[in-house]
């Protein structure tokens, strides 16, 4: 379908997509709270009911934690499939004091529907299922679908990941919608194109067998804080580069057209500055800020902590010390060698008066980086340049997302990650709000992208916009 | 009064002046605990009584704590005049169910009476009072005495530091003789020729205005965690001495009279590996364990804090580090001369990206070296030497007291701390107790310094002993 075409549709079912929009945020799904397990399942339930009701074959399936829904409708045979992520879970309203409406009560205010939930991540989801309901209806689907929606996202629960190792035919596509992220801060629609992994370590340092006493043994006894602080200042230069041997090595090079696109996004040091209160470290000169961020691997002490360093004071001097260290990898590196490096940094330049145990080590999510020429991202990018907000930016974010790369994983799906969330939208705060400008902007994103875009590998009106 | 004629008395009277310690035992006087406050006051109230009964001219003294008891008796004309300190409340009895009697029904077993305060610091307060009783009524009393005994010295309450200023002449005297310590570990008796003081200083360092999630801005914001290790790690050299430029400046160098002594006391590398599990820290070479302890100023830091280092991991970039330390002066040095360099150095050696605010700073006792040939001193050690416990052994404390170093500015008096306590009497601990072997070698001494020993200089009986 056009542009022009699903324009005209959305403008006469508006207040249909809405009124979904609505019925979901109605329900009180908060996962974090064991409370409300029913009204999540009950959420759950109205999804299956909802997505029968459009045309698919919907499923509630259980798991260890809260259901997974699940569904599926063929497409024209030999159509590539897409799998649809989205979670019917929410956040917790707290502080309960600070909305202006009651959070599960949708309200619609100068053009903005408020709730929990509202953009994260019912509102995000119920312009899908709006795309999905036209396109249905109007026999214009071009490729197969898959949804999948779970309801432990907000508190990381287990059932999504089970079910994905356990039944992982059920997730095979050719690429994977999620449209859980946000746009540029400039207003332009953002692709993210990259996820770092990440992996945490945590290390003890001991040196007595008990804390000390500091007058009494002062000047003799080794002190295990002086030890941790001398081998936590030995993972990083004074610029902030990190000194463990290899750290960097493996780290997938940004291409020059990668380069090209992270140069796009809005990110100087001098917004740096007005968001943090302090301006960036030098770091590794050769990379701007956005690609250090989204190319190259970093390494934080996350908790670091020996003594007694609450009110008062305490004359010890403390036998044990903790460290909890994290690194952020990129596309090439092995979480497994860069834990294995990290280790063995710690190890080598332990001071000789201190003992260390690792006690914890964990890869947490692996790295992602997807293409720039894969067909589902040209096919998002032209659906996107198609929107009148201006051409899309590309993204590489510095978080990660475990859940997205273990679905990309698994099903062998190249991800696409568009999403309209905006900062003004508070999610995870009070007064959650999503404007119905953007949920027409998402409607028409992916009606685009699931009308046509992809099967014809974005192409069918004109080539790519944007100057690669 | 001879040795002899001691021995002979307390032989005779030995169950009169262990009643009177029971009856001390008896009273729950844990200044800690604001419900037994009252117990407090009677104890208070009967050492009031007991010191009249001997002959004293005693009073209860209000503060803005727990009272203080002060008595004084003139000497002979000309007489020296001694200030002796002491203190009758106790440390809680926790952990309670570990006692094998009630902690405050005194219970004499096997020659050592048990009960909270038996020893810390009732019997060694009990054996004080017992020499005077035999002094006054055989008129041997051969110097003015006056008693402090103050009932927050657990508590570390302000009553006591109050008075000293408000009324400095209550306690005008010429030596200050404690009897809270303990002998050497190898038995014999022990002075204590010196204590460190202690100065303490709390820095808080702030990088970002708030934490920052770690995959969003690892890589570019700055982490105080890495700055508060660099500059901790600054504090040392490897080897453990301390860094901070000056730092040594104005200690006193022990005399080779102070070196030969302090190398009598029990301290050696492989007892200090079986005490703390650690060997000492290579340190200072020129000066051995027992001196880097006694005569060295050291620095410790006693706490440091940043991020979470809790349970679970946390992927933050901590914006705030907290940092306390504190450094034992030594005779000699300043303490606000000392916390000036320490300040000094923090600043210097901030790395960059960090702000630094010295949130605490605070001189908590002062430091006090007693000349080994001040005459009280040379008193004190002829009366010990002549025990039969083997010649008496000098000790430099590295802890602060901070109650004896003001005692000694506020009264001008030269401090002299001999003690009869032994690791062995579990002080602090369940089933505290003291030997009654001691308790007459604590008569003996009071009575043999105050007896005669301090107004001729510990001369009376011969030269001192010792190879000097």
Partial sequence: MTRQELETIYEAEQDR??????ELVRFPSVSADPARRDDCVACANWLV???????????????????????ERPGPPGAPVALYYGHYDVQPVDPADLWRTPPFEPVLKDGRLYGRGAQDNKGQMAYALAALDVLVRHDALTCGVRL?????????GPGLKELLERCPELFQADFLLVTDTGMDPSGRPAITAGLRGVVQLEARLRCANKDLHSGIHGGVAPNAAHAAARLAASLHRADGRVAVKGFYDDALEPSPQERTEAGRALFDADAYRVL???????????????ERVGFRPSLDINGLAAGHAGPGFKTVIPCEAALKISARTVAGQDPDRVLDRLAGHLNEHLPPEASLEIVGRKSAGAALRVPL????????????????????VFRWEGASVPIVADLARVSGAVPVLVGFGMEEDNIHAPNESFPLARFRQGFLFVARLLGGGVASGGMEEGPVTGDQ
């Fill in 276 to 290: 943090t209160g302090i301006g960036p470290t030098p770091g590794e000169k050769r990379y701007t800020l956005a």
């Fill in 148 to 156: 999948v929606l779970e309801g432990e996202e907000e508190s990381s």
């Fill in 17 to 22: 997509h809405v009124s979904v929009w609505r």
């Fill in 49 to 71: 009911g909802r997505l029968t009701a459009i045309g698919f074959e919907a499923r509630l399936i259980e798991t260890s934690g809260l259901p997974v829904v699940h569904a």
């Fill in 373 to 392: 020429d894969a067909p589902a991202l040209r096919a998002a990018r032209a659906a996107l340049d198609n929107l009148g907000a201006g051409p899309a």
